[in-house]
């Protein structure tokens, strides 16, 4: 049981590494839709397996909250939603390698 565990935190601290890569390649690349189909669909997925129910809410904000007032708004919100993410990669990476190290060192 306490491996599966550890599976799983790895599992989530590497699906939010993908999902903050994939932001950020959208948003660099100014395509709205696939920022909106991250937010909505993947990282409320993610949240959602991670037990970040206040992260899924707002992250499905970004479709029920339509129409934004404007482009720059959409992208407020997205920025405002990559930085959140960033906040829980901090936290999943402080907790995970401990996590890890012993399962290494378990026999």
């Known amino acids: 049981m ?14 939010l590494e ?19 189909f991250i937010a909505y669909c993947d990282v409320r997925r993610w949240a959602r397996a991670a037990g970040e129910t206040e992260l899924a809410e707002h992250s ?27 906040r829980r990669r901090f936290d999943f990476g402080a907790t995970a390698p401990a996590s890890l190290d012993w399962q290494v060192t378990a026999p």
Request: charged share 30%; hydrophobic share 40%; no cysteine.
């Open 18 to 36: 993908d999902l903050l890569a994939d932001l950020r390649h959208s948003r660099k690349g100014g395509d709205l839709g696939r920022l909106a």
């Open 2 to 15: 306490l491996q599966r565990n550890m599976k799983t935190a790895l599992s989530l601290q590497l699906g």
């Open 60 to 86: 499905s904000r970004v479709i029920t909250d339509s129409p934004h007032d404007s482009r720059e708004a959409f992208l407020e919100y997205i920025d405002a939603l990559i930085e959140d993410l960033e």
